[in-house]
Every structure is written in C-alpha cells, then in structure tokens.
C-alpha cells in the first residue's frame, strides 16, 4: 500500500502511494498507513528529508469516490471518524520537522492536489494536472482548506475552489504550489538536486527549529479551525447533492446540475 525505501540517500526517506490501479486514490486505509509512514520517518534521526510520490501515472486522484459512496449512508459519527483519518495526514505532514517534497509524478486531483499543497516543496513536470475539484461532484474541499489559506493568497483559493478547474503545471507554479517545473524526464534529476541541497547544505536541526516558527503564525486558531472543517467534511458527505455527484461520476453520467442548467437554457 505505502512502498518506502531511501534509493535516493540514506538520509532521504520515500513514500510511495502504491495503489496505481485505483490511482493511488485515498482511503481510510491509505490514509492511515500514509501517515504512519511519515510519522516514523519524521521520528528517525538519521532522516533529513522525505519525499512523497505515487506508483504509476498519477500521484493522487483524491478521495476514493467509491469509498465515499458507501460512506454516505453511514452514519454521521462513522463519517467523522474518516475525515478526522484524512485530516490527520495532513495535519501529519503540515506538522513534520524534516522537510517534506512532493515528487508529483502525474495528476494530482482534488485530495491528491491537497497532498502536493501541504508539502514543503513540490516538483513536477509539464503534463500532470492539478486542482480543487471537490464542488464539481457536488462537495466542499473542507479540510485542505485550512492549510492552503495559511499558504496563499485567499483569491488564489477562492478562485481554485470555486471553479473547482483543473489546471497545468506552468499555473501551478505560478500560484506557487509547484516549487519548479522540471524539463521534460527531468522530474528526478530535479528532485535529487533539491534533496541533496536540502540534506547537504542545510542544518537538520535549525530547518526543524524553522518548520515549527513557520507554523506558529498560525497557532491560535488552527485547531479550532481544522475542528470545524473535519465537521464541515463529514455533513457533506450526506447531502443530496454530494451522493448524487458522486453516483454520477462514477456511472461516469452528467452531473444532475449541469443537466438541470442545460434543460433550461
């Protein structure tokens, strides 16, 4: 589920999303192994950088929908008990003290985009796509939200989630998701390049003492907020327009909403 080697270093730790079938979509599962992972790179001394990836051709296409389908007729405190199991790896890696890179090895989609987000750096080539396309299948990007409006420029988010858009690697960049954009089959030769920067010219310890004053601007309320976006996550699931999207997309049918505003046009 979570392939884990250091091919790149000793002091380098890679986690690879290896469910390429389903590409490398979240689930509780996942999710929870994900962050595990994580947690024990993080408590290792030996390591100094962590890069995350996925097998296959896509990083993340987000949340596994047909996961989610069965989830809507679950109960509230069942649908609570998951998001607080997405929002945990995410909280796991906006919390780690060794950097953390995304190698965004294809699309990275909705929760997948929000993977790439909370990482320190991310990389990618021309090719893959991203976005927040949560409210296109009738939900609300709830949890990611309170990290990337601790990241962005609020009209960057509002525009991104709003539109619920994909969008190439250049806007990426340009929104400063992407940290760079590789060549074409330069993806790896510029992840070895950051992490060895990383690792070899930088003190661990003073990077750990940054990462945790980085976070403290936000400390007040981000509890507080990340409490109500696991609620917010949760009551979504069951609204009517939420399973309905999620029914259509994976009957791969046209949404209900864009056959009601065409009928009428």
């Not at 679950?74 to 945990?88: G, H, M, V, Y």
């Not at 990482?119 to 927040?132: K, N, S």
């Not at 007040?220 to 997309?249: K, M, Q, Y």
Request: proline content about 4%.
């Amino acid at each position: 589920m979570i392939k884990i080697d250091r091919h790149l270093h000793p002091g380098v730790v890679t986690l690879s999303i290896n469910r390429p079938e389903k590409r490398n979509a979240l689930d509780a599962r996942v999710a929870g192994a994900l962050t595990d992972a994580i947690k024990e790179a993080d408590s290792d001394d030996s390591t100094r950088v962590i890069v995350l990836t996925g097998r296959g051709k896509a990083f993340s296409a987000g949340a596994d929908l047909a996961a989610l389908q069965s989830l809507a007729d679950a109960s509230f405190d069942d649908n609570l008990e998951d998001s607080r199991t997405l929002a945990a790896l995410f909280e796991t890696i906006y919390r780690t003290d060794k950097p953390v890179v995304a190698r965004v090895n294809g699309h990275a989609i909705a929760g997948g985009c929000g993977l790439v987000a909370v990482c320190d750096f991310a990389v990618a080539e021309e090719g893959p796509l991203f976005g927040f396309t949560e409210v296109r299948i009738g939900f609300v990007p709830a949890i990611i939200s309170v990290y990337l409006l601790e990241r962005y420029p609020a009209h960057l988010v509002r525009r991104a989630f709003l539109t619920g858009e994909t969008f190439g690697a250049a806007q990426a960049h340009e929104m400063g998701l992407l940290s760079q954009v590789a060549g074409p089959g330069g993806l790896d030769a510029a992840v070895r390049d950051l992490v060895q920067r990383l690792g070899r010219e930088t003190s661990g310890a003073a990077v750990s003492a940054t990462k945790r004053l980085l976070r403290a601007r936000h400390a007040a309320d981000h509890e507080e907020r990340l409490a109500a976006a696991i609620d917010l996550n949760a009551r979504a699931r069951s609204t009517p327009e939420c399973r309905a999207g999620v029914a259509a997309f994976l009957a791969k049918a046209p949404m209900p909403w864009t056959q009601n505003w065409d009928t009428h046009q």
